[in-house]
């Protein structure tokens, strides 16, 4: 016989006795070898002993106590943890959040990158302009003959310069 039939023989035994087969397969293991009746013997004596053990009294909560403890293995575990609308926020909205902010900072970060060459470029044409003369010179401003030249139209062509851009 093996380990799972003499278990369940042993199982039937002390719940409500043996059939007369079952009987005789038990007492066949038990005389198979010492060891065997050794170990069935010391399994009974265990089984009165704890049969004449008495009944523990259950508290006046009992049942009470029994429901809390389910109640608290069925609760979900984010609830179990506390922190209300905070773990809220950061179970839902911590990706977005995140990503927002990310792409607010990458923006801002454009922007500073745009005005900063917008500002690199007008110091550039600042350079270019300044370099430029654009007053006539002091001497010229002096010459009241070479400026009354300048302002009045000469009534005659120039038929050299004709001559020439043709």
Do not use: C
Request: net charge neutral; no cysteine.
């Amino acid at each position: 016989m093996n380990s799972n039939q003499i278990n369940t023989l042993s199982v039937k035994l002390l719940r409500t006795g043996l059939s007369a087969s079952e009987q005789a397969q038990h007492d066949a293991w038990l005389q198979e070898s010492p060891e065997n009746l050794a170990l069935w013997t010391e399994e009974h004596r265990l089984n009165q002993l704890l049969t004449e053990l008495p009944i523990a009294p259950l508290s006046s909560n009992f049942t009470s106590q029994v429901v809390q403890q389910v109640r608290r293995e069925q609760r979900p575990v984010h609830q179990s943890k506390g922190g209300g609308w905070i773990d809220s926020v950061r179970r839902i909205w911590f990706r977005p959040l995140a990503a927002t902010a990310t792409l607010g900072m990458v923006a801002f970060l454009v922007y500073r990158q745009q005005s900063h060459l917008q500002q690199k470029a007008l110091v550039e044409s600042m350079k270019l302009v300044s370099g430029i003369t654009t007053a006539p010179s002091i001497e010229l401003l002096t010459d009241f003959e070479a400026i009354r030249r300048l302002g009045t139209p000469n009534s005659e062509p120039d038929l050299t310069l004709l001559a020439v851009l043709q």
